[in-house]
């Protein structure tokens, strides 16, 4: 199985910082990489795929990059609604896996 | 719109079973491979199991093989995850999720989820 590992599992920052959370895969994975934001009591919401393209209707201050086993997901300017917990998935092979989540919180 | 709807959860013994549904709308749903994704009470996202287009190709995470059964009705745009032989640890909150046609393998929608508890 891929183990996917993400760093970290939580942070706190200010509105209006850039945020970086990082996801390392265990065996490469090429691009076959998702992003999830999940707000508490909600359905997680695709943001990234295919670890950079941006799902429609997500806002472009969400970004993807990586290939192999490093991934990241960046947040350019974090407002209030950004807060929230944050997967990453691989969909390389079965069976599917995703990170452990990065919860990000109001400094 | 895409729409995922899913029902059936609730409170079952230890050994019990239940049947998860899920109706979808907004997309030909017989175009799509589907899946069900749990999430345990406080806890992160697993993936549970998919099935192709067609209903003939199924796939499962080790963890519910033989215990769970995915299958899919096209005339009526509905998923459905049948449940037996349940076990405390299968407690969660279970979503059903389209899986995108070019990025195979990617959960593109996902609906609000239904909660399933296993307890005596």
């Known amino acids: 199985d891929i183990q996917m590992t993400q760093s970290p599992s939580s942070l706190s920052a200010s509105v209006g910082d850039r945020v970086t959370i990082t996801c390392r895969a265990s065996?490469?994975?090429?691009?076959?990489l998702a992003w999830f934001q999940q707000k508490p009591g909600k359905a997680p919401k695709s943001l990234i795929y295919a670890a950079s393209s941006l799902q429609s209707g997500v806002p472009s201050k969400f970004s993807g990059s990586g290939s192999g086993t490093d991934f990241t997901l960046t947040i350019s300017s974090l407002q209030p609604e950004d807060f929230a917990t944050y997967y990453c998935q691989q969909y390389k092979s079965y069976p599917l896996t995703f990170g452990g989540g990065t919860k990000v919180e109001i400094k | 719109e895409v729409q995922l709807v899913e029902s059936g959860g609730g409170l079952v013994q230890p050994g019990g079973s239940l049947r998860l549904s899920c109706e979808a709308s907004g997309f030909t749903f017989s175009s799509y491979w589907m899946s069900w994704v749990r999430q345990a009470p406080g806890k992160g996202l697993e993936w549970v199991a998919n099935i192709n287009q067609g209903g003939s190709a199924q796939r499962y995470v080790d963890s519910v093989e033989g215990r769970f059964t995915i299958s899919r009705d096209n005339a009526e745009n509905s998923l459905f995850l049948q449940m037996n032989s349940l076990r405390a640890e299968d407690t969660a909150v279970y979503y059903c999720?389209?899986?995108?046609?070019?990025?195979?393998?990617?959960?593109?929608?996902w609906g609000q989820g239904t909660l399933v508890t296993v307890s005596s």
């Open positions: 065996q490469g994975i090429s691009n076959s």
């Open positions: 999720a389209r899986v995108d046609d070019n990025s195979w393998g990617y959960f593109q929608h």
